[in-house]
């Protein structure tokens, strides 16, 4: 084979070569391994944990017509069950969980007591009337 025609075909090939590695390989400051395992540990604004299977009933207090510690925020995962009791030392009301449309009169040494299937996904607000928040109960499927 003559070798002025060989010649530049190897070098063409190692050109096509060159180029297909360079192309191909992944960038120095930011190698495979340390971006795959950071998104496979490191939970984003868009995943969302599992909410927590609550076995015990929570307990919200209300003192002077407001809720102990701050409105409470109560997680459940869809199909759950809800366990509430809310206690209060002011004159009777009742306490109302919207969007499950249910409601339950409460007063001191008489506490409202809730047990219920978290079917309905969503963010629903408790409520002691006539219109005090006192929990934030979010489902999630």
Excluded at 56 to 85: D, F, H, M, R, W
Excluded at 98 to 115: L, M, N, Q, V
């Amino acid at each position: 084979m003559d070798t002025k025609k060989t010649l530049p075909i190897l070098l063409a090939a190692a050109v096509v070569l060159v180029i297909g590695f360079l192309l191909l390989k992944p960038k120095d400051d930011t190698p495979a391994t340390t971006t795959t395992s950071a998104a496979a540990t490191t939970p984003t604004a868009t995943t969302s944990a599992p909410a927590p299977q609550n076995k015990n009933p929570e307990t919200i207090v209300i003192k002077n017509g407001e809720p102990v510690g701050g409105v409470a925020k109560l997680s459940y995962k869809q199909g759950s069950t809800v366990k509430l009791t809310v206690t209060t030392d002011g004159a009777e009301t009742d306490v109302h969980i919207h969007g499950y449309d249910i409601e339950k009169a409460t007063a001191p040494g008489a506490p409202a007591k809730f047990s219920f299937v978290a079917k309905d996904t969503g963010r629903f607000e408790v409520e002691l009337h006539p219109a005090t928040q006192i929990a934030q109960l979010d489902v999630v499927p």
